[in-house]
T-cell receptor, first 115, second 111 residues
Framework: EPEVTQTPSHQVTQMGQEVILRCVPI?????FYWYRQILGQKVEFLVS????????KSEIFDDQFSVERPDGSNFTLKIRSTKLEDSAMYFC?????????????FGPGTRLTVL | KQEVTQIPAALSVPEGENLVLNCSFT??????LQWFRQDPGKGLTSLLL?????REQTSGRLNASLDKSSGRSTLYIAASQPGDSATYLC??????????FGKGTRLHILP
């Protein structure tokens, strides 16, 4: 059964460093998403991406964040200068259609720890 | 702005019992409602998705219902098993391209 994969499973970084979180969505899906979950809190939407551009982003997704689909298979989330409060679990998701019309499939997540 | 609430935050139930998890949402103009399972430190597994035009969905021992007018959804688990222990998340989607999650109900099935 096709699944969303994410690498690495755990990333430790120093405050101020850049990190890139990688995702491989399900191959025939067209819509891609990033979410994050700070320990003990709700899963929060960050950004959605379709047709090589951002279609929606939350207030969390500021200039420190960027997304890219560098090739036909990968979808990345970059944090330019990490802060302590960026420590969270980051989930990638993909959907064959807009989220309102089709379910999203989530990856296992990347745990980001900022020291 | 949509808000999704799940009560209770935690629930312990003896093995074999049937149980209901509750979810409420403030904006009834949803496109669908999805239930997820999350094991500790793990990702999200989609359990059931109910479109706004549907009243319920079933998968095995799981049944999810949706009442848009009252802003409520329930997840019914029949004949609970220790392997059902996990956090169950409810999430709604609307015309904007994102899912709004509840905080979840942490379920513990007692052997």
């Amino acid at each position: 059964e096709p699944e969303v994969t994410q690498t690495p499973s755990h990333q430790v970084t120093q405050m101020g460093q850049e990190v890139i979180l990688r995702c491989v969505p399900i191959s025939n899906h067209l819509y891609f998403y990033w979410y994050r979950q700070i320990l003990g809190q709700k899963v929060e939407f960050l950004v959605s991406f379709y047709n090589n551009e951002i279609s929606e982003k939350s207030e969390i997704f500021d200039d420190q964040f960027s997304v890219e689909r560098p090739d036909g298979s990968n979808f990345t989330l970059k944090i330019r200068s990490t802060k302590l409060e960026d420590s969270a679990m980051y989930f990638c998701a993909s959907s064959g259609n807009r989220v309102g019309y089709n379910e999203q499939f989530f990856g296992p997540g990347t745990r980001l720890t900022v020291l | 702005k949509q808000e999704v609430t799940q009560i209770p935050a935690a629930l312990s139930v003896p093995e074999g019992e049937n149980l209901v998890l509750n979810c409420s949402f403030t904006d009834s103009a949803i496109y669908n409602l999805q239930w997820f399972r999350q094991d500790p430190g793990k990702g999200l597994t989609s359990l059931l998705l109910i479109q706004s035009s549907q009243r319920e969905q079933t998968s095995g021992r799981l049944n999810a219902s949706l009442d848009k007018s009252s802003g409520r959804s329930t997840l019914y688990i029949a004949a609970s098993q220790p392997g059902d222990s996990a956090t169950y998340l409810c999430a709604s989607s609307g015309e904007d391209d994102k899912i709004i999650f509840g905080k979840g109900t942490r379920l513990h099935i007692l052997p």
